[in-house]
C-alpha cells in the first residue's frame, strides 16, 4: 500500500490547529498524564499509539472535555483555549469518534445525524423530515456515501455506523477528529472504505487524531506518530521516520531489568489440549498446555486471545474443533469447567471477577462453595479459615475476610480472584491479563504466585500485552494476530523480538 | 452501488420483522369470532368495540412512550380511578365541569412529575417507583370517595360518550386525534426523537447538548396527564365513579404495548402497534363477552394471548439471529 | 476453638460500625420511636395483649415479605406474590371445606404457591422476559384463576383446628409469631449458613461474576421464585385461619406493604445486599406505623398513601447508600 509521498508539513508547523502542551491529569493514587504535549495541523492524520492504560483515552478525554486537565496549556488556531466541557470542546470544533457509538438504535441516519439540532428544520414545532433527509444526504455525500437515510441505525453493520459517526461530527463542522480505534470491529475491506473517506477527510483539511494498534493501518495513515507509555509520550516520529518494530518496542517498554527468565522445566503430562477450536470468530486454534508449565497467550489487543480461553472455559459457543482436559473430553460450560478443575481469572476484574459489594470472604469462596462444603451447609469458620490463609498465602492488604472489596486496591483484588481460584483447587488456570491495572510492586508478586503455581504442578496459560512480562514469565509462547495462532516460540526462540514481528507483520 | 441496495434490503427485512405476531393473532380472533357469532360484526357491536378500545387507547399509547424510554408506568389504573373520583366529587359538589377537569389534570401532572423527576433524575426502577404512585393514587382515591361509587353528577358526559359523529362515537374519534396528535409528537418532533434516543441510547442525548433528564421527565407527566383526561371517558361509560374500576388497567395498556411489538431495550417501537395490541385486547375481550365467558377468566386469556404473541415474535427474531449468525 | 484469630480492638469497633449494623441500629431506633409515641398517644398501647397482637400482625407481613426479600437479594423481583397468596388461599380454603383436612389445604397451598413460582422462574430464564413483566403478567394470571375458581362467591367458616394456625396460641404465644419464627430462621440458615445462600448474594451482586464462578444462575433463580411462592402459599394458610374467610380481593392489597417491608428493611433493590432480620423490623416498622395512623385517627383509606410514600422513600435511601458501592 503506497500512499504517495508525505505531505509537507514543514510548512504548516508553523501555525498548528491544535497544541497541547505538558498537561497534567491524575487520579488518587494514577498519574493518568504525566506532562503531556501534542500537535497537529489541518489535513493531517497524527497517531497515538500506545497500550492499555498507556494514557490515551485520558488525553481524548481532556481533549473532549470529559475530564479537566489538571495543569497545562491548550490552543487552537495559536490563540489559548480552556476546555471545561463537552459544549466548549464541541464549539472549537473538536469531536470524537468513540468505540461505543452515540447512536441510537432505533432512529434513521437522518435523525442520528442531526441529533440535538432538530431546530433547524422545524416548522411550527415539525420537523421538515424531506428537508432532513436532504441535508443528512449532502452530508454523507461530502464522505463518498449513498446510505438510504431512512434506514435505522440499528439494521446498519459497525462500519456503516462509524460512517454515520464520522458523518454526525462532520455536519457539526468539525475540524478535529479524533478516532478511537476505528478498525478494531470491521473487516479489512470496510476499513479501506474508512481509509478514503479519511482521505477525503483530509483534502478537506480536518486533522484527525487517530488511534490504534494495527501497525499496518498506522504506518499507512500516520503522518506523524506519537508513542505513549505510561501517562507520558516517550517518542515522536514524522512519517518514515521510525520502523514498526521499533514503535511497538517503544509501546511496550522497557525490557524487565534485573529479573532472570524462569528455568524451563520438565514439563509434565499434557493438561490442556485443544484442537482446531472454531468459535464465531476465532480460526482454527490448536494448542496444548502440560503439567508444571507456563504458557503465553501473546498478541496485540483484538488479535482474539481473551476467546480463546472463554471458549475454553465454556463461556462462548464453540462451532468446531475439541478441546480435552487429561486427554479426555469434557463438559463446555462453566460450572462443569470448575469442578473438571479449570479456572478462568477475567480480564476485567471489576465486571467479570468480583462482587465489589461484598466482602474479601464472600468473594474468595464463590467458586469453591461446592468443594469446601458438603450438603449445601455453609460453615463460616472454615470459610473463614480459608480466607485467612489466602490473605496470609497471596500476601493481601486487607483488614481481614469481613472488608468490602471495593475498598481493595487493584492489585489486591487481583489477588482475590486469584485466590478464588486457588480456593477451587483449580490445575488448569488460564489468567487473562493478570498484571493489568496493578502496581510495581503486586505485579513482581503476581509474577513470583504464578511460578509458584507452576511449581506446584499447575497448568498455566497466560495471556498479556507486555511482551517483556511474557518473556520472563513463560517457558513458552503462542503468538496470535487476527483471531489465529500464528507462530509458537519454544523456549530458546521466545523473545521480544520474535513476539513482536509475529504479532505484528503478516 | 452495492451498499446502497443491500441498505435497502436490510430495511425491507425489518419492516416485515416489525409486523408483530399480533397482527397474525388479530385476523385468526375476529375470523374466528365472526364465524361463531354472526352479530360480532354487527354496527352495534362494532360501536361497541370503537367504544371499549377508545379508554385502553388513550392509556396504552402514552404508555407505549414510556416503555419506549425503557420504563413503566403502573400506576395508570389506580390514577384513572382516582382522577374520575376526583372529577365526580367536585361535580357533585357543584363545581363546574372545567373546574373538576383541571383539578383532575393537576392530580395527573403531580403524580407524572413524582414518577418523572424519581425516574430520570434520580434513575430510580421506574417499576417499583410506580408501584409506590399506585398505592398513593389508590388510597388518595378510597379517601375521597369514602370506598363509595359517586354518581349523580352532570349528565353531559354520559351525553358525550354516547353521542356519534356521522355515526361513529365521539370517543372513538377523540382517540383516534388522540392517536394521531401522539404520532405527530413521536415522529414529527423533536420530542419524539428524544423518546427513542432515551430508550436506545440516553448519554448520546446528553453528548448532543439534550436535557435528557427533562424529556425523560415529560413523557411520565405527559402519560399522567393524558390519564386525568381519560377518565371523562371511564364517567361517561359507568356514569358513576368508583376507586378501584380502572384497577388492572395499566395490565391491560401494558400488555396492549408489548403486544404491539415494542420492546424495553434500545428504544424499540412502533406506535400503531399499540393500536394493533388494544384492537387484539379488545377483540378478544368482545368476542369473549359474547361468548359471555366471565371477565375473570378474559384476563386470564389476555395474559396467554400476550405468551402467545411474545412466542411467536421470539421465535421469528431466533430464526432471524440464527440466519445472520 | 483451637483456630488462632486475632481481634484487635479497632477491628471489633470497624465491624460494630459497619453499615449493616448501623442500619441496624437506625430501624430499632425508628421502632423504638414509635413505641414511644404510641405509649403517650393511645391507651393500652404497652400492654402484654396488644405488642403480641402487633407482632402478630407485623409476623403475617413478614411471611409474605420474606420470600420476596430472597428474590430481591438474588437480583430479581416478584409482584406476583400477592395474587399468588390469594390463588393458594381459595384453592386451600375450598380443599379443607371440601375434605376437613387442614393438612390437604396445606398441601394444596404449598404446592399452588410453588408452581407459580416456578412458572415465574421458567419464563423468566427461558423466555428471557424481565422479572418485572413476568411476574406482573402471572399477577393477573393468578388473579384471574382466582376469581374464576371462586365464582363470585366467599368461602368462610373453618375447622378450629385449622383456625389455630390464625388464632390459636402457643405457651402463650399466637401461634402466627412462632410460624414467622420458624421461617424467619430458616431463611436466615438459608441466607447465612447454606452454600446457596451465599450463592445468592453473590448472583445479586454481579450476576456476569457469578456465571463466571460457575454459580448455576438459572437454577438458583428458579429456586428463589418457588421459595417465594412457597411462602406466599405458607402465607396464605396462616392469612384465611386468621379471617376464617376467603375471597379473591385478600391478597393484592399485600404486595405494595411486603415491597415496602423488603426495602425498609434494608434490602436493596440493586441486589446483593439484604437480610432477614431487616425484612422483620422493616414488617414491624410498617405495621406500627399503621397502629400509629390508627391512633391519630386517620381513616384505612390513607394507609396505602402512607405506604407509598414510605415505599418512595427507602427507595431514596436504598439508591442513597448503596450507589457508591457500585459506581
Known sequence: ?????????????????????????????????????????????????????????????????????????????????????????????????????????????????????????????????????????????????????????????????????????????????????????????????????????????????????????IMALGDRITVMRDGAVVGSFLRGEAAAGELVRLMIGRSLDGMTRRAPVGAGHCVLSADRLRTAKLQDISLDVRAGEVVGLAGLVGSGRTEVVRAIFGVDPLTGGNIHLDGAPFTLRPDASIRAGIALLPEDRKRQGLALPLTVGDNTVAASLWRLFRYFRFIPTTARQVCDDLIARLNIATRGPGQQVHDLSGGNQQKIVLGKWLAAGARLFLLDEPTRGVDVGAKAEIYRLIDGLAKDGAAVLVISSEFPELVHLCDRAYVMRDYAIVGHLDHGTLSEKAILDLAVHP | MTDHTADNALRHEALWRRIPGVVLILIAMVAWFAIGNPRFLSGDNLANLGLQASLLLMLALPMTLIILTAGLDLSVGALLGLCGVVIAALLVAGWSLIVAVGAALAVGLIIGLINGYLVSYLSLPAFVVTLGTLGISEGLALAISHGDPIGGFTPSIEAFYRSTVGGVPTPVIAAALFCGLLWLILYRTRFGNYIFAIGGNKEALHLAGVKANLVHMAVYVLCSLSVALSALLLLGRTNSAHPSVAVGMEFEAIAAVVLGGTSFEKGQGWLLGTVLGVLAITVLRNGLNVLSVEPSLQVLCVGLMLIVALLIDRGRKGEMAGAAG | MTSVTHHSPTAAVSRALSPDSIGLLVRLGLIAAICIFLTFVSEGFATTDNLL??????????????????????????????????????????????????????????????????????????????????????????????????????????????????????????????????????????????????????????????????????????????????????SALVYIARLNAAEPGIGEPLLLPAIAAVLVGGTSLFGGRGTIVGTFLGALILTLIVKALNALNVDAAWHPVVTGVTLLLALLADAALNRGGRK
Request: hydrophobic share 50%; net charge positive.
Open chain 1, 1 to 217: 500500500m503506497t500512499m504517495g509521498p508525505a505531505p509537507a508539513i514543514d510548512g504548516r508547523q508553523a501555525a498548528p490547529l491544535l497544541r497541547l502542551s505538558n498537561i497534567k491529569k491524575s487520579f488518587p493514587g494514577v498519574d493518568a498524564l504525566k506532562s503531556v504535549s501534542f500537535e497537529i495541523s489541518a489535513g493531517e492524520v497524527h497517531v497515538i499509539l500506545g497500550q492499555n492504560g498507556a494514557g490515551k483515552s485520558s488525553l481524548i478525554k481532556v481533549l473532549c472535555g470529559a475530564y479537566l486537565a489538571d495543569g497545562g496549556e491548550m490552543e487552537v488556531d495559536g490563540r489559548p483555549v480552556a476546555i471545561r466541557g463537552p459544549a466548549d470542546a464541541n464549539a472549537l470544533g473538536i469531536a470524537v469518534i468513540y468505540q461505543e457509538f452515540s447512536l441510537v438504535p432505533y432512529l434513521d441516519i437522518a435523525q442520528n445525524i442531526f441529533l440535538g439540532r432538530e431546530g433547524a428544520f422545524a416548522k411550527a414545532g415539525l420537523i421538515d423530515k424531506a428537508a432532513m433527509h436532504a441535508a443528512a444526504r449532502q452530508v454523507l455525500q461530502q464522505l463518498g456515501l449513498t446510505y438510504d437515510t431512512h434506514t435505522y441505525v440499528h439494521d446498519l453493520g459497525v462500519a456503516h455506523q462509524q460512517m454515520v459517526e464520522i458523518a454526525k461530527a462532520l455536519s457539526q463542522n468539525a475540524r478535529i477528529l479524533v478516532m478511537d480505534e476505528p478498525t478494531a470491529a470491521i473487516s479489512e475491506r470496510e476499513s479501506d472504505r474508512l481509509f478514503e473517506v479519511i482521505d477525503r477527510l483530509k483534502q478537506r483539511g480536518v486533522a484527525i487524531v487517530y488511534i490504534s494498534h494495527r501497525m499496518k493501518e
Open chain 3, 53 to 234: 397482637n402487633i407482632l402478630r400482625q407485623a409476623s403475617l407481613l413478614f411471611l409474605i415479605a420474606s420470600g420476596l426479600t430472597l428474590v430481591i437479594i438474588g437480583g430479581g423481583l416478584d409482584l406476583s406474590i400477592g395474587a399468588n397468596l390469594t390463588l393458594c388461599a381459595c384453592l386451600a380454603a375450598a380443599t379443607i371445606k371440601a375434605t376437613g383436612q387442614p393438612m390437604a389445604g396445606a398441601a394444596v397451598a404449598l404446592g399452588c404457591g410453588t408452581l407459580v413460582g416456578l412458572t415465574n422462574g421458567v419464563l423468566i430464564n427461558r423466555l428471557k422476559l424481565p422479572a418485572f413483566l413476568a411476574t406482573f403478567g402471572m399477577l393477573w394470571v393468578a388473579q384471574g384463576l382466582a376469581y374464576r375458581f371462586m365464582a363470585g362467591q366467599t368461602i368462610y367458616g373453618f375447622p378450629p383446628g385449622f383456625r389455630t394456625w390464625g388464632i390459636g396460641f402457643f405457651l402463650g404465644v399466637p401461634v402466627p409469631i412462632w410460624i414467622a419464627l420458624a421461617v424467619g430462621l430458616c431463611g436466615l440458615i438459608f441466607l447465612a449458613r447454606s452454600t446457596l445462600g451465599r450463592e445468592v448474594y453473590f448472583m445479586g451482586a454481579n450476576e456476569t461474576a457469578a456465571v463466571l464462578s460457575g454459580i448455576p444462575v438459572g437454577r438458583r433463580r428458579t429456586l428463589l421464585y418457588a421459595l417465594s411462592g412457597a411462602m406466599a402459599g405458607l
